[in-house]
């Protein structure tokens, strides 16, 4: 399991010359209704990040139909516990009934709309809104208006008067919620992303720690930078370590493979501080004594069979719960990130994974959360890190590689703007998964059935490094 680090507006659509060279890239429909739609799917037109129009369809056509990872169970770890989910201008109350049971509502009173609550809590004697103290019991149900006899009637309908419910399932130790009763449920639009992190048993990881940056970009943008690897010679040259590949001409030497790999695991665990957790660097270190053979694709792969062994033995001697990671190389399984659209990753490594969530705060503003998981023995695990303060793309207290990488995104928000530049130049093998995301943007935006926009998400929901440009169906 060894991978290189994924880390006045125009009102019409920018006319987009046909490519030349390009006849694997076929022309696409424009989608209907939707302002500069992926005419081409190799091109992408700049205006999807920054115009308000297309910024305010995605609000009344993508968010409000699509599931959403909108806390870590461990939020909310007993009955009435409660956290505030945020979505450009919807609040919404996500609390765990019991211990089987999550539900949410619409974060509002019904009297005169003021915030139920706001932030995380316990909600044990029920939501009591704090202007004017109407009153909800656990399940959303009103208990009790104050002064009730001043109400007309037919404004306190007993139907009329409770909290209004939002769907809200479980899944991989997360809470999702949908303000669509007619989306299809929750596992049917995230796989196969789901299948996938189910065989890593991602539902066993807990959050160490947990961060979050405010970009002065789209969201879209923000999250495109994460999903090629194209970036990574240019953009984090620390990783591109001498004696990592196997040499052309045959003269393979196995120290010096494995001092370049220790090297590379080291990199990886200070550059993101959690990618590569320290505890499997640890166990890589024991190993460095080793012998392998000489042949090169031998020893590469004879070295990933002992890292995985050690490192499953490691945390299952501790008591916890792991998946046999070399199964999961011979299921085609360790695949090094799972995507979730619209706004979800799981970069899973070894024992650990990080996790991404975006959330757009503008139409050129994002809110990014990091979380970093691992496997702690059963009972022994920590507790729920803090609500993190936002900090900005440039704080000094972004690990290294976060840091390259949000360096590079206000210098690309800020360059669409040129009159000069109309389109994006999407690779066609890697970074396709750009184009299969934007062409499933369009997708919602035109008002498609859920028939055709689960198709699209099969073949989006998949680790998206060097993803080639695909069919979506439409």
């Known amino acids: 399991m060894t991978r290189t680090y994924i880390v006045p507006i125009g009102s019409s659509p920018c006319p987009q010359p046909t490519p030349r060279g390009v006849a694997a890239i076929v022309d696409e429909p424009s989608a209907a209704g939707v302002p500069f739609a992926m005419q081409h799917r190799d091109r992408a037109p700049k205006a999807r990040y920054f115009d308000q129009h297309f910024y305010e369809l995605e609000a009344e056509r993508l968010w409000s139909r699509t599931w959403q990872m909108a806390c870590r169970l461990e939020e909310i770890p007993s009955p ?78 007993a139907d009329d008067i409770n909290l209004i419910s939002v769907r809200c399932e479980t899944w991989g130790g997360c809470a999702w919620i949908n303000f669509d009763n007619d989306a299809p449920p929750l596992r049917d639009c995230i796989e196969p992303f789901a299948s996938i992190q189910d065989a890593w048993q991602l539902e066993a990881m807990r959050a160490e720690w947990w961060y979050a940056c405010r970009l002065p ?11 090629e690897q194209y970036h990574v010679v240019e953009s984090h040259p620390q990783l591109v370590i001498p004696g ?36 499997d660097v640890q166990v890589a270190e024991g190993l460095r004594n080793i012998e392998l053979p000489a042949d090169g694709p031998t ?62 705060l503008g139409p050129e503003e994002t809110l990014m959360e990091i979380w970093s998981l691992t496997r702690f023995p059963v009972g022994g695990e920590p507790p729920v890190p803090p609500v993190p303060e936002r900090w900005e793309c440039d704080d000094d207290r972004w690990p290294p590689i976060p840091r390259q990488d949000f360096s590079n995104l206000p210098k690309q928000q800020k360059g669409l703007h040129n009159k000069g530049f109309e389109y994006m130049r999407l690779s066609e093998r890697n970074e396709g998964h750009i184009s299969n995301f934007e062409r499933t943007v369009d997708g919602f935006l035109s008002g498609r059935s859920y028939d055709e926009l ?7 929901n998949v680790n998206p490094l060097e993803r080639p440009i695909v069919d979506i169906g439409f």
């Not at 932030?119 to 029920?126: L, M």
């Not at 202007?131 to 009730?148: I, L, Q, T």
């Not at 590949?245 to 045959?250: E, I, V």
């Not at 220790?262 to 550059?271: F, I, K, Q, T």
């Open 299 to 360: 020893a590469v792969a004879q070295w990933n069979r002992t890292l995985n062994e050690a490192v499953v033995a490691w945390h299952r001697d501790r008591g916890s719960i792991i998946a046999d990671l070399n199964e999961l190389d011979a299921q085609g399984l360790n695949q090094p990130m799972g995507y979730c659209f619209p706004n979800f990753f799981v970069l899973p490594m070894y024992s650990s994974a990080s996790s991404y969530r975006f959330r757009p």
């Open 217 to 227: 970009v789209n969201w879209k943008l923000a999250q495109e930078a994460f999903v």
């Open 454 to 460: 689960l198709r699209a998400l099969a073949e989006l």
């Open 80 to 157: 009435r516990n409660y956290v505030e989910y945020e979505i450009l201008d919807q609040s919404v109350i996500v609390m765990r009934a019991d211990a089987d049971t999550v539900v949410a509502f619409q974060n509002a009173c019904r009297h005169r709309g003021v915030k139920v609550i706001e932030g995380n809590g316990n909600c044990e004697g029920g939501f009591v809104c704090p202007f004017h103290g109407w009153c909800y019991d656990e399940h959303g149900k009103n208990s009790f208006v104050p002064a009730r006899k001043t109400f007309s009637e037919h404004n306190l309908d």
């Open 244 to 279: 990592r590949l196997l040499p052309r001409d045959g003269s393979f030497d196995p120290q010096t493979f494995l001092d370049a790999e220790l090297h590379y695991l080291r990199m990886m665990s200070e550059g993101m501080a959690g990618m590569v957790h320290a505890n």
